[in-house]
């Protein structure tokens, strides 16, 4: 692929990725604020995104073997937990802002989680079976992700057990 489309392929993807996500976020105050069909609407749109961002991924060849796609993921977390979250925190902790010192910090300690898991998985793709995990925790407010038995509230920022979704 020529290099300018494929920035712009990867620009696209940016923004397809993020428009999905604010959609869905968007459909949640709407749900709250009761108007369910506008929340319907940002939820397929959203989908809508969703299928543009996978279109311009595949076709940058972001897809590959199960275990190719761990690694991906793997080295994404680990990026994340060794340089992107610390320095993202280091700058917030500097200018004052705690609510971005609280969001970095949620999100640093479930990447460390998630790259765990991702290799793990990597591990048993590799000798040929599925990854034996059962019940998968994630906290609604502050993304703590844990596995084995749910905890009465989340260990990360003591959110009730119903804010705990299981997967």
């Not at 004052?96 to 910090?105: D, F, H, N, P, Y």
């Amino acid at each position: 692929m020529r290099r300018m489309t494929e920035a712009n392929l990867q620009a696209a993807f940016a923004g397809e990725s993020q428009a999905h996500m604010r959609y869905l976020i968007f459909a949640e105050k709407a749900e709250t604020d009761g108007n369910a069909n506008v929340a319907r609407l940002f939820r397929a749109i959203a989908f809508a995104e969703q299928v543009h961002a996978t279109n311009h991924f595949r076709n940058l060849n972001g897809v590959g073997t199960t275990a190719d796609n761990l690694q991906a993921a793997i080295d994404g977390e680990t990026y994340e937990v060794e340089e992107m979250y610390p320095a993202f925190r280091a700058v917030a902790e500097l200018q004052g802002e705690k609510g971005a010192v609280r969001s970095t910090t949620w999100a640093l300690e479930a990447e460390k989680v998630h790259a765990g898991l991702y290799s793990q998985s990597k591990t048993a793709v590799q000798g040929g079976q599925d990854v034996d995990v059962g019940d998968i925790y994630i906290c609604e407010v502050c993304g703590w992700t844990g596995t084995g038995e749910k905890p009465d509230k989340c260990p990360l920022c003591g959110a009730k057990a119903d804010k705990i979704r299981t997967f």
